[in-house]
């Protein structure tokens, strides 16, 4: 579910990634729309994988995530000027790989 919020306010807000100085690596790999986007479908086949019970929509998803949310915590962590929204996706790197660990 945070994936997905996360997804939608990067999609309703694009000033977020357009002005906010510690997004400036991730605006220049990503579109707001597109990566937006990419949280949501990702996060919505997580709870699909879930209630369906679904192995395979699981594995792609969480890994899908897992990738996404690894990203964000490098470039937060490498750009300018000092945060700590890196904690928070560290955090969320950190769940993903605990999903897929026990989805193994």
Not at 75 to 101: C, E, K, R
């Amino acid at each position: 579910m945070t994936s997905i919020l996360f997804g939608a306010q990067l999609i309703l807000y694009p000033h977020i990634l357009q002005t906010y100085k510690i997004y400036t690596l991730i605006r220049e790999l990503f579109d707001n729309t597109a990566i937006g986007l990419a949280f949501i479908i990702l996060g919505l086949l997580k709870i699909i994988g879930i209630i369906i019970n679904n192995r395979a929509i699981k594995y792609v998803s969480i890994r899908g995530l897992l990738f996404l949310w690894l990203v964000f915590f490098i470039a937060f962590l490498i750009s300018p000027p000092p945060n700590t929204v890196w904690v928070y996706s560290l955090a969320m790197v950190m769940l993903a790989t605990g999903s897929a660990y026990k989805e193994g």
